[in-house]
């Protein structure tokens, strides 16, 4: 699972500035598509691509309180109990404040190792400033230029001796040990997770004991349906809940992405009596900022009639334009239909994002996709794209060498994905698209 790093400080040091410069993937799958609106909250940062980490940005969670009152919110303390390590953001130019003394002595309480950030320290002198905040004891002390995208480097080089040992050790051997593909089942409290699992599992008593939230170990069942193999992955479904009214308690989204994140393809389980809601577009977004094979489940779909379906069909097509290329299955867990749909449109898309594609046909399929439509002139000359090579699977990753690249607009991005997808057959995956600068 994702270890997790969480951002916690007073209002306006640049807790979201740096959350954007920790986050922001070299080429961001979702920050351009229209339908989809980031989550600022919750990132995965890539900038060190072997080592990836949870990040959370506690300052939008706790709105606009000071100190200990928006530390008391219980969204920033479970982001604190969740996260390995804390990065205690402080604002160079305000010096050091009391509110900061208070929060900084709360999350010592915490026992979580700490990192103080000391942002904004653009122009000032670095001696002087680092002098200031050293006083706090802490693991480490950062300097910080967040607007300016200066110290992240500095600050991952002391978060990841502060994780726990085993924190990327086994991955390499934990995919070898999963038996088939990888699936987590995602979506709000309520929408049938649990039962879904049940369902699929064939029996009704799901032998899991949840040890309080605070375990990194991911909980796992593995079943075989038309001999197929698949794991889950750890999901509130597959956690059994103690007690029913902690449902939309116990709902933690750092889970959901660490799910997401561990899975292969992601089932996202949508109740078809219920508009779908922020939260579900939302966890849809990470799932493709994730770069994870998608499934849209509408769970429920028992006792609703012809023009009941018809509305929720279409209302859905509409606000799920942006993942057109994932696959809809209509199910209702509770009485087990649509559950071979569902399994298969699993294995296709697993297919799709695992499938190997080679140099040749890439380049190939390049040249006629720049025939037909080229990217519009930039101030008259016109960016050149030259050949193509496959970069990764899961998702599939096409990099594409040329010149101008930068000046490459979303839309022709779009435009290139959907190319690439329809001629390989990729349905069910984000396609993500690497422009390399050559000359
Ligand atoms: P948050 O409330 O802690 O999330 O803070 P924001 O990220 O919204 O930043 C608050 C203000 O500080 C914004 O106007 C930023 O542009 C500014 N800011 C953030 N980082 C830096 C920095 O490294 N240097 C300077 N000079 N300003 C910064
Ligand atoms: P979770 O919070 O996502 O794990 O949701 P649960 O599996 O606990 O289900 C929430 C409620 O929805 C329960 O009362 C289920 O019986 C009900 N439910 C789940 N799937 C279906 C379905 O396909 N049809 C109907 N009618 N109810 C369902």
């Given amino acids: 699972m994702l270890p997790v790093i ?214 796992k069942v593995t079943l075989e349906r038309d001999g197929k193999q698949f794991t889950l992955i750890d999901t509130a479904g597959v956690r059994r809940r103690s007690k029913v009214e902690d449902a939309v308690e116990k709902f933690s989204v750092i889970k959901t992405l660490q799910s997401i994140e561990a899975a292969q393809v992601v089932v996202m389980l949508v109740d078809a009596r219920e508009n779908l809601a922020d939260q579900d577009l939302t966890l849809i977004g990470h799932t493709v900022e994730q770069g994870r094979a998608l499934v849209i489940a509408l769970n429920k779909w028992d006792g609703m009639d012809a023009y009941q379906r018809d509305q929720c069909q279409q209302a859905l097509a509409r606000r799920l334009a942006f993942v057109d290329w994932a696959k809809i299955v209509f199910i209702s867990a509770l009485h087990g239909s649509g559950m071979r749909e569902l399994m298969r449109a699993v294995v296709q898309a697993h297919a799709a994002a695992t499938k190997e594609l080679n140099t040749s046909e890439l380049t190939r399929a390049l040249e006629k996709a720049y025939e037909s439509y080229q990217p519009p002139l930039v101030r008259g000359h016109a960016p050149k794209l030259r050949f193509a090579h496959p970069g990764g699977l899961n998702p599939p990753t096409i990099v594409l060498h040329g010149t101008r690249t930068k000046h490459i607009a979303p839309s022709y991005r779009r435009y290139l994905e959907n190319f690439f997808r329809a001629r390989f057959k990729l349905q069910g995956t984000p396609v993500r698209i690497d422009f390399r600068e050559s000359d």
């Fill in 6 to 219: 969480a951002l916690v400080g007073r209002p306006n040091v640049g807790k979201s500035t740096l959350f954007n410069v920790l986050t922001r993937s070299r080429d961001a799958l979702v920050a351009d598509l229209p339908g989809v609106t980031r989550d600022r909250h919750y990132g995965v940062c890539r900038l060190d691509a072997a080592r990836p980490l949870m990040v959370i940005d506690t300052g939008g969670l706790s709105g606009s309180e000071d100190g200990l009152d928006g530390l008391s919110a219980r969204q920033v303390r479970l982001a604190i109990e969740e996260s390995q390590v804390v990065v205690f953001v402080v604002d160079a130019r305000d010096g050091l404040l009391p509110q900061d003394r208070t929060i900084i002595s709360e999350l010592r309480r915490s026992g979580k190792p700490l990192i103080v950030g000391v942002n904004k320290t653009d122009g000032l002198d670095l001696d002087t400033v680092m002098a200031e905040f050293s006083a706090f004891g802490v693991a480490a002390t950062v300097p910080l230029a967040a607007a300016h995208g200066r110290g992240s480097d500095l600050l991952l080089a002391d978060v990841f001796p502060l994780l726990p040992a085993d924190a990327y050790a086994d991955d390499g051997g934990e995919e070898i040990a999963d038996p088939g593909i990888r699936v987590a089942i995602v979506g709000r409290p309520n929408a049938g997770k649990s039962t879904l699992v049940n369902r699929l599992l064939g029996e009704d008593r799901l032998i899991v004991s949840d040890v309080a939230g605070t375990t990194r170990d991911p909980i």
